[in-house]
């Protein structure tokens, strides 16, 4: 069936998001919490898989911190440099905008993909998002 065929995922329309919310405030880690969102997010995109890049505790790079419906190939870091102002995933992180890849981005185990901000708390001394642009 193709996507535009199918009936938009009720977590989007929010009937059940109350019910998430709370299965994921009663997961007993981060790891579990986060396979639940991810699991969530990319059936209500109609995706196969989905990965979570979080800030590491440098507050230097976004890491790989859970990865659904694929194995993380094994050797590899996937992480990016907060430095690497044009590289599309600092790009969604830092700028807190959705980010649309048609193409391979390197370090991500995707061919294509929609990058999207989780915003998080943000540290002292930590990575400061860009101001918006007037465009």
């Known amino acids: 069936m193709e996507r535009s065929q199918m009936m938009p995922s009720s977590l989007l329309l929010g009937e059940e998001l109350p019910e998430l ?64 102002g044009g590289h599309p995933l600092t790009v969604a992180a830092l700028g807190e905008e959705v980010v649309l890849c048609g193409a391979p981005v390197p370090e991500l185990p995707f061919a294509s993909c929609v990058l999207f901000p989780l915003p998080q708390p943000r540290a002292v001394g930590g990575a400061v998002p860009p101001p918006p642009s007037r465009e």
């Not at 299965?23 to 990319?42: H, K, N, R, V």
């Not at 505790?57 to 590899?76: C, E, H, I």
Request: hydrophobic share 50%; charged share 25%; net charge negative.
């Open 21 to 84: 919310l709370s299965d994921l405030a009663e997961a007993p880690d981060f790891g579990a919490a986060a396979t639940l969102l991810l699991e969530q997010l990319a059936e209500a995109a109609g995706a196969r898989r989905a990965a979570l890049f979080a800030v590491d505790r440098s507050v230097q790079r976004l890491t790989l911190r859970q990865m659904v419906g694929d194995k993380t190939p094994s050797g590899t870091d996937l992480a990016v440099s907060l430095d690497e």
